[in-house]
């Protein structure tokens, strides 16, 4: 047997007291999705690909089911095993920690329960994020639209009012406007209604919905309407697309970009994950957040 001698001293980074120095921190308050295609791992995946230091707060463990299907079996975390990680979270890197606090980027992922809304509202109504990042997970894929009434209307009448930056998919935009969309202007009337019922900067996504050779995205934010488009890499979208492109707006603001510059990167490194996706035995490819690389 041979075995190889693990140079720790190799690795080790050079001790540092110089705070420039230390990477931006983000957090995302997220569901677990097994596979690891979306949700709090592709969270994780895309922060620490652009190189922000990323805390997870779970608030449910999704398990696809493929003897069903590959419907979502879902799990809620505790109620307060919720509030324990966020108040953990933020007694660390917020500015209860006496520390200057290094933590002022949220991402809000699937909360899927009112109550799990209620529990999430109140930790941030209590604590000062700069950017509240609302990836206003209505369904997933497998679930009929409808499907939960009360969590949709809980998150629009909860979180909405406390996010900064929003970024609904064709359905959700439907959801949050009380708009068809079908094409591109009425993408864009979503996009300004939602701005106008949040004052969030808004990212309304038409990936493989709308016809066309590309995936449209309109942002908007009060002031400026941007078209953002890429070439379509195939007609099916592709699992954690929706997260990691919230994710990497997180992680953009965290570091510092203006809400557009973060909606234009975010496009940019979905859009290379999707390039360079991964098959699995699931009916969907995962994004892969390695694929700007
Ligand atoms: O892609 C939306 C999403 C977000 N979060 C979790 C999920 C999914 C979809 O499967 O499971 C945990």
């Not at 041979?2 to 957090?27: K, M, Y």
């Not at 922000?52 to 779970?58: S, T």
């Not at 009448?157 to 930056?165: E, G, H, S, V």
């Not at 900067?201 to 488009?229: C, F, I, N, Q």
Request: proline letters at 5%.
């Amino acid at each position: 047997m041979t075995s190889t001698a693990f140079d720790s001293a190799a690795l080790a980074a050079p001790a540092h007291d110089d705070a420039a120095a230390a990477p931006a921190v983000a957090l995302t308050i997220a569901g677990s999705e097994a596979t690891g295609g979306a949700g709090a791992q592709a969270d994780l995946k895309t922060f620490q690909e652009l190189g922000v230091f990323g805390i997870a707060n779970l608030t449910c463990i999704v398990s696809f089911d493929p003897q069903d299907n590959w419907n979502h079996r879902f799990v809620p975390v505790d109620q307060q095993v919720i509030a324990h990680q966020l108040e953990a979270t933020t007694a660390a890197y917020g500015a209860a920690s006496g520390a200057p606090s290094v933590l002022d980027t949220v991402k809000i992922g699937m909360l899927g329960s009112p109550a799990t809304i209620s529990t999430v509202a109140e930790a941030l109504a209590g604590s000062a994020f700069k950017n509240v990042v609302l990836d206003p997970v209505l369904i997933c894929k497998g679930q009929e639209p409808g499907h939960a009434l009360d969590t949709d209307q809980a998150l629009k009448a909860q979180i909405l009012p406390l996010a900064t930056f929003v970024t609904p998919n064709h359905f959700e935009a439907e959801s949050l406007s009380g708009l068809e969309i079908t094409d591109l202007e009425s993408l864009k009337a979503a996009a300004i209604r939602i701005h106008e019922l949040s004052g969030a900067a808004v990212l309304a996504k038409g990936g493989v919905r709308l016809a066309g050779p590309d995936a449209v995205d309109v942002y908007y934010d009060g002031d400026t309407l941007e078209v953002l488009s890429a070439p379509k890499v195939g007609d099916v979208a592709v699992s954690g697309a929706g997260c990691s492109l919230a994710a990497a707006v997180t992680a953009e603001l965290a570091k510092g970009a203006t809400p557009l510059e973060a909606a234009r990167t975010a496009k940019a490194f979905v859009t290379a994950g999707i390039r360079n996706r991964v098959a699995s035995g699931a009916p969907f490819d995962a994004l892969w957040q390695g694929g700007p690389r």
